[in-house]
């Protein structure tokens, strides 16, 4: 068990997993893995240097450093591994993971000069909303910086950045392989990552969850459409700050990454996942 006054280890980036998203489309064919594929060669980031470990908390009591290790048990956990296929369109299932995830409205939190929501509730359904919102708001125009700015609007001190988060790694590597622009629009092209479905991997006492986000993740250029599954997990913490309580992306290591598959697919039901409601 790790103490609370010791910094956690920095566990290395998972080699056997990450993706590497390509779509052939039109006429950027030429230039794009055919279909939208992910290639399971783990991920690094695009940071220039390796994550710090996260600052332990100061000395306490047993059980504060009990919670501790336990919400560092809890990130890295394993999740089920799938095969490439599973993300891709394909026959969906009338089976469930469970009943759907009703996710809550937001509070009368900030409201002025913010890209999205905050101030939901003090529930692991009210960090799922967040997170929702968050990625919703960062993928859209498939802007890496984009979307490591809205991860870190909502980042409490000390949590991994988010120029290292594995969607921004997902979106520079796209563009990349796209053979688009680092950064910004392109006359003609479309970015979206709709949410479809979530899942709570665990809770810590009731102010540490780690919760996952299933979304269908779109590339449109000139009308032509390729989409695929898209997860991303990530550890929260509820934290007190100027605007009264919030979640936050927690300081806690980066949670491992999350299954792909369609949305509505059995896989989708093997991971765990239950559809979204508002």
């Not at 905050?118 to 802007?143: C, Y």
């Not at 984009?146 to 520079?172: H, M, N």
Request: aromatic share 6%; charged share 15%; glycine share 12%.
């Amino acid at each position: 068990m790790t103490s609370p006054s010791t910094p956690p280890v920095v566990r290395e980036p998972n080699r056997r997993r990450g993706y590497a998203i390509a779509a052939g489309v039109g006429v950027l064919a030429t230039l794009l893995v055919a279909g939208l594929a992910y290639t399971v060669t783990g991920w690094i980031g695009v940071r220039d240097e390796p994550a710090p470990a996260p600052a332990a908390p100061p000395a306490a009591a047993g059980v504060e450093a009990r919670e501790w290790a336990s919400e560092q048990e809890l990130a890295a956990a394993p999740m089920l591994v799938l095969p490439e296929a599973a993300s891709q369109p394909h026959t969906l299932t009338t089976e469930t993971a469970g009943p759907p995830i009703t996710l809550p409205r937001p509070g009368a939190g900030r409201v002025v000069g913010v890209p999205f929501p905050d101030s939901f509730p003090a529930t692991p359904e009210g960090a799922i909303a967040q997170l929702v919102a968050m990625s919703q708001a960062g993928m859209l125009g498939g802007d890496p910086a984009d979307y490591a700015r809205a991860y870190d609007s909502i980042a409490e001190a000390g949590a991994p950045p988010g120029r290292g988060a594995f969607l921004s790694w997902i979106l520079t590597n796209f563009r990349k392989n796209a053979g688009l622009p680092a950064h910004g629009p392109k006359p003609g092209m479309s970015i979206t990552w709709t949410p479809a479905e979530a899942l709570v991997k665990g809770q810590v006492g009731d102010r540490f969850v780690v919760v996952c986000v299933l979304g269908e993740f779109t590339f449109d250029f000139k009308g032509q459409v390729v989409s695929g599954g898209m997860g991303d997990c990530e550890a929260m913490r509820r934290v007190a700050t100027a605007d009264g309580e919030q979640w936050r992306i927690a300081r806690a290591p980066s949670a491992e990454q999350a299954p792909s598959p369609w949305p509505g697919t059995a896989e989708a039901v093997a991971a765990g996942y239950r559809a979204i409601a508002r």
